[in-house]
């Protein structure tokens, strides 16, 4: 993290791709649960260094479509291209290592391990100790974890979190919010999906979000798939905006097009017959 | 809520305050050294020198249960294992081997050879292999065996992992059982004489060493051995709870789904758990073996495994200080207080070991009414017993909706 923002302008324009190329391939995806449609057939993009939002009013299936691009879930038909490879129904874990990082609706944190310790464990994958190393902590796995504790406060130093040594359980909501995304992070991920990161925090927290999403993509080239409730944080945000209603997408565009798309204000009002 | 919180850690920064903690240690360390000093080579110490065995089980199991939060009712299994290894690699159970003059690695006098009356040594038939080489030996066929019965388990949990893992411990001492006959019925050879067991087991002799390490009448090394062992297990332990697998342990037990999310194989880091608790399992059942001069599948029931359930549970899950506590109180009660008690009772006309079950289960009970979180629980469990308790448990039923639906995969 530090690196990229020590190189300096000019090292990170040449060597990040073009803005606007591919960076995640979307085609057909569909996850059927028993006799219910949850995602129907959803075809979408994520370029690189793009800030895009998912929307659709609750039951839309916005948070499965998440499950199904993170390996939770396998979808029951379409294909996942992310970075050049195919990442359909791989595990979670091979997901994440690929280079996606997610946060979760109903924040799931480790509660009885500090926030740096939380951040830690989103280091697994690129922490290279194996177990016979660990049992004579061999130099090599000393440096490793040194350099990972003051790695995990970089990033929460990053997302604006204090309280590092505090329990997870212990944080108020925003800052439990802004760990999950540390964590998330930490994997040093190409694409950081946010499953309602706003939920229940006030305007200011909101905006303070908002700003960090923005820092994220300038400084980091870290793309972002979000899904928000909150269209304030929406529509000033996103390159892109996906309208999902009932598992389908019913409309997509940037955030103008989207705002007047009537479709998109007849799901989310209702239509008026 | 935080009131409750800080007085529980000011609690125990009061005691961590008053001496360093290495101090602590080097303390404890001496007075488990000198120990046999002070109760010299009586039934107090032969009680002393089982409960290590069991501290290292107990420490074993640790990582599965308190680490890894995998419940694990069979771990008898694993001893039955390590206890076997030995015999197999410690006794005259294979006379044929070699010709019937014996395989004899840096074996003890006793193990190697019997003196003739005309003069001449006669070889001692069977494999005879020094202890310190087996107990690795055992370590890595246990972890093995960890593996193997740990992944067929990968994708259940609660009460479901808890059955299987249970079966598993009632079908390990039956295939030792019925292996008078070749194993899993390949071959012909007797890998256990059945309900007899193995016996004799060949005494600890040091590598270097021709003669015993101790003796029925100096019961002292063995002590000393078992707390040797003791130490190798609290080392490896505390060097993994530190470490990214331990980290990664801890995710696990909290969140699964949060944990694959943040790029940790479920499989792997669940396997390494099972493998190495196992190992430690065959660590000490390898001992127990030798110590006890016999291998006997009656020794390996079901309750061996609740037994060493409890010293974790009672001790304090996950903690490797509370764990010990545990496994000393509980094994010393089992082995020294109940027969001490029985000597005083059994004037009155009462046989306090016939019930020394129901004591049991009332001293567990008592434990789970007063202190659920274990004597000596780790800071995080504390923290999870405590925050329910503060919190009124809101949002618990909210724990496990995805998981429910998560699609483990491997």
Redesign the interface.
């Known amino acids: 993290m530090s690196d990229q923002q020590q190189s300096g302008g000019t090292a990170a324009i040449a060597s990040s791709p073009p803005v606007g190329e591919t960076l995640m391939d979307v085609t057909g995806v569909s996850k059927v649960f028993g006799g219910l449609v949850a995602v129907n057939d959803v075809n979408f993009v994520v370029p690189h260094k793009a800030i895009v939002s998912l929307i659709g009013p609750n039951g839309a299936g916005k948070t499965t479509f998440f ?1 199904c691009l ?5 979808p029951t038909t379409g294909r996942v291209n992310f970075d050049g490879s195919d990442i359909t129904a791989k ?3 091979l997901v ?2 690929a280079g996606i ?2 946060t ?1 609706q ?1 924040i ?6 500090t926030a740096t ?1 939380n951040v ?3 280091m ?2 690129r ?1 290279r ?1 194996r ?1 016979t190393g ?4 061999t130099p090599f ?1 000393r440096k490793e ?1 040194k350099a ?1 504790r003051e790695r995990a406060r970089e990033i929460l130093k990053f997302v604006g979190l204090k309280r590092m040594d505090e ?1 997870a ?2 944080l108020p909501y925003g800052d439990q919010r802004r760990l999950e995304i540390a ?2 992070l ?2 040093d991920p190409k694409l950081l999906l946010l499953d309602e990161p706003t939920a229940g925090m006030n305007p200011q927290e909101s905006e303070e979000l908002r700003t960090l999403m923005e820092r994220l993509r300038t400084e980091q080239d870290i793309s972002i798939l979000l899904i928000e409730h909150d269209m304030k944080v929406v529509m000033n945000v996103s390159d892109h905006i996906t309208v999902l209603d009932h598992g389908e997408k019913i409309a997509e565009g940037t955030p103008q097009q989207v705002r007047q798309n009537p479709r998109v204000i007849e799901a989310y009002l209702g239509s008026q017959a | 809520m935080s009131a409750a919180l800080a007085s529980l850690r000011s609690g125990r920064d009061a005691i961590t305050g008053l001496v360093p903690g290495w101090l602590f240690a080097a303390v404890l360390l001496a007075a488990a050294v000198v120990f046999p000093y002070l109760v010299g080579s009586g039934s107090f110490l032969d009680a002393s020198t089982q409960t290590l065995a069991y501290v290292i089980m107990a420490l074993g199991l640790n990582i599965v249960v308190g680490f890894a939060g995998l419940l694990d009712l069979g771990y008898v299994a694993f001893y039955a294992i390590g206890a076997f290894v030995i015999g197999w690699f410690g006794s005259q159970q294979f006379p044929d081997v070699n010709g019937g003059k014996g395989i004899h690695i840096l074996a003890s006098d006793r193990a190697t050879f019997q003196p003739k009356l005309s003069g001449g040594k006669l070889d001692i038939a069977g494999i005879h292999i020094n202890f310190f080489i087996v107990i690795f030996i055992a370590m890595a066929i246990t972890a093995m065996w960890g593996v193997l019965l740990g992944a067929p388990t990968l994708r259940l949990r609660g009460d479901y992992l808890a059955i299987v893992t249970l079966a598993f411990g009632e079908i390990v001492p039956r295939v030792f059982e019925n292996s008078t006959s070749g194993l899993f019925g390949i071959g012909s050879t007797d890998f256990s004489h059945g309900r007899q067991g193995i016996t004799p087991i060949d005494k600890i002799n040091l590598p270097w060493s021709h003669d015993l390490l101790y003796s029925d009448a100096n019961l002292k090394p063995a002590y000393w051995v078992a707390l040797g062992m003791v130490l190798f297990t609290i080392f490896v332990n505390r060097r993994l709870r530190d470490s990214r697998l331990g980290r990664a342990w801890i995710a696990v037990r909290e969140d699964e789904v949060a944990a694959a999310s943040m790029g940790i194989n479920l499989v792997r880091t669940k396997l390494w758990a099972y493998a190495i608790g196992a190992a430690f399992g065959g660590f000490a059942g390898v001992f127990l073996g030798t110590y006890n001069n016999t291998v006997n599948v009656d020794q390996f029931e079901f309750g061996f495994s609740v037994f060493i359930l409890a010293m974790v549970i009672v001790g304090g899950m996950g903690n490797i200080w509370g764990v010990i506590v545990g496994a000393v109180a509980l094994s010393m009660m089992n082995r020294y207080g109940l027969p001490q008690l029985n000597n005083l009772s059994e004037p009155l006309g009462f046989d306090v070991t016939a019930i020394s079950f129901g004591i049991f289960g009332f001293f567990l009970l008592i434990m789970m009414v007063l202190r659920p979180e274990g004597l000596i629980p780790s800071g995080r469990r504390r923290l999870e017993f405590h925050e329910a308790e503060i919190e009124g448990a809101e949002d618990t039923g909210a724990v496990g909706d995805m998981s429910q639906m998560y699609e483990v995969r491997r």
């Open positions: 499950n993170t390996g939770l879930y396998r595990r979670p874990d994440t290592q990082a997610r979760f109903n799931k944190l480790f509660r009885t391990m310790e830690q464990v989103g697994h994958p922490l100790s177990v660990m049992i004579l902590r796995v974890e990972a329990l359980m212990n964590r998330a930490a994997s």
